[in-house]
């Protein structure tokens, strides 16, 4: 049991680290290949018209965000952002798999060889590491209030 | 509310991501596919059909027709012709009997011109001719030229489509065993937009009679007439309001080559010439059409390019994964390569 109440008090923290780490490595791997990243997302059927805007935005948004999980300052604001692109990931994965009649990828690096439902479990664990680490922040930021 | 802070913020937040997706999913598609500023007509049973074939594969082309009996062939075994008589429904494969074979053929694609049939390579390239029914290929004209796309118009006489590498782009050529100069590139026909190459891409189709040829865009709302020397005897709009490529082209890394940045917005997908009318196979929604339609059925357009006139269209039914491959028009019948069918139609409002 202790072991479970030190899991939930440091879950924030383990699912912003890993966080840190997915959008940090996911960001590069995307910089490093920017054209091929760019043309990919443009072949996506999805976002045709905006692939441009979204293509420098999406690798931006990811750095920032790993900068503000860094400190426990902003890191339930940060999660929140975190839960809201992971959940845009998936429903633009989802929109693919169902509704393009052919599907590239645009993850970046090793991201990239996973199957589409693989996709989707992975990115569904991260919102679940988001959801339940905002769910114990807010917890711990209320019982402060209350306290004081 | 206490229980479970912060609920209401989560699931603001899930909802905003999802709408946002979806929107940009539904403003792109919108943007891609349907265009309200051309509306089409759709006379009652312009088409009757007459026939299907099932073929068992989806890769046939059209070599050609000769005497009630169609000819397809397959780059999967480019050797063979699938030959259907369409009176009788027989159908039977043989094999080309090639004299030297031991060039490096890639690409190979045959072409009926009664009584001649050609057997084309252009990346080797080479063209070889034979007599249908004896279909024995010999070589004809070795090391002419490169080409992606050639049809002959005559027993003497292809058109070619080729690559020009002083002006770096798509060009429409003539290679004519009677003419001292084997082959002439004519410029101009095709007109840059954004590359050359593939702003300029298309569908190059030939009707006998008369003996024309039509050159349609696949990403602008355009066609070419032109008689067999590829002079240029009409430049036409369709419908679709699109007249400048959308095409988002950029070198490569590696600098060599070029690559599409984006699916381009294709205007024409499929096309036929017979005669004084053109048909069109297009994709773009008009105004006032149902957007299922497309899931169910593939749009033709009608013109008589002779008036410059569009006349009707109708619709082509199939299943929803489906691609039109091929269609072709000739004395009012439709032949239509669909998924692993060949379905054979008579048009009957032929008078527009």
């Not at chain 2, 929107?23 to 009652?44: G, M, Q």
């Not at chain 2, 593939?198 to 349609?216: C, K, R």
């Not at chain 2, 096309?271 to 006032?288: A, C, F, H, P």
Request: with cysteine.
């Amino acid at each position: 049991m202790v072991t479970l109440e030190k899991l939930r008090k440091n879950i924030p923290y383990i699912s912003s680290m890993l966080f840190v780490v997915l959008f940090v490595y996911a960001a590069s791997s995307k910089l490093f290949d920017y054209q091929q990243f760019q043309i990919q997302l443009g072949q996506s059927t999805i976002l045709t018209a905006y692939a441009d805007t979204v293509a420098w935005m999406v690798p931006t948004l990811e750095l920032v965000l790993s900068f503000f999980l860094l400190f426990e300052r902003y890191r339930l604001f940060a999660l929140y952002a975190c839960l809201s692109l992971m959940t845009m990931f998936t429903v633009y994965i989802i929109l693919i798999l169902y509704f393009s009649d052919f599907v590239p990828c645009s993850c970046g690096g090793v991201l990239e060889n996973l199957s589409w439902k693989e996709h989707v479990v992975f990115n569904v664990l991260f919102i679940m590491f988001a959801l339940f680490s905002i769910l114990e922040l807010e917890k711990r930021r209320n019982s402060k209030c209350e306290m004081i | 509310m206490k229980r479970i802070a912060g609920y209401k913020k989560i699931i603001g937040v899930v909802c905003l991501a999802i709408g946002s997706v979806v929107l940009l999913f539904l403003l792109s598609e919108k943007e891609v596919h349907r265009n309200n500023a051309f509306t089409r007509r759709f006379p009652p049973h312009p088409i009757l059909k007459k026939r299907d074939f099932e073929l068992g594969h989806n890769s046939y082309y059209i070599a050609g027709l000769d005497r009630g009996i169609l000819y397809l062939g397959n780059p999967t075994t480019p050797l063979y012709l699938l030959k259907i008589n369409l009176s009788s429904k027989d159908t039977a494969q043989f094999k080309i009997d090639i004299k030297e074979s031991n060039l490096p053929f890639r690409n190979i694609k045959f072409r009926l011109y009664p009584p001649y049939f050609f057997m084309l390579d252009g990346t080797v390239p080479c063209i070889f001719r034979g007599r249908i029914n004896e279909w024995i290929a010999r070589p004809w004209s070795l090391d002419s030229a490169f080409f992606d796309v050639a049809i002959p118009v005559d027993s003497q006489r292809l058109i070619i489509r080729s690559f020009d590498g002083n002006s770096h782009s798509t060009i429409l050529g003539i290679i004519d065993k009677d003419t001292s100069t084997s082959v002439s590139l004519k410029h101009g026909i095709l007109e840059k937009q954004i590359d050359g190459v593939f702003d300029v891409d298309g569908i190059l189709t030939y009707s006998t009679e008369p003996n024309l040829l039509s050159y349609v865009y696949y990403y602008r709302n355009e066609y070419i007439i032109m008689d067999s020397d590829l002079t240029v005897l009409k430049r036409q709009q369709t419908l679709d309001t699109v007249h400048k490529a959308h095409l988002q082209v950029a070198p490569s890394k590696q600098g060599a080559v070029t690559e599409m940045q984006a699916p381009p917005l294709i205007v024409n997908n499929n096309s036929s010439l017979d005669g004084e009318l053109i048909y069109t196979n297009s994709n773009r929604l008009g105004k006032y059409e149902d957007d299922n339609m497309l899931d169910q059925a593939s749009i033709i357009d009608v013109y008589n390019w002779k008036n410059d006139i569009y006349g009707y269209s109708f619709y082509l039914y199939k299943e929803r994964s489906e691609n039109i491959n091929e269609i072709k028009v000739s004395n009012n019948t439709l032949y239509v390569l669909v998924g692993n069918r060949l379905s054979t139609y008579e048009i009957r409002n032929s008078d527009n």
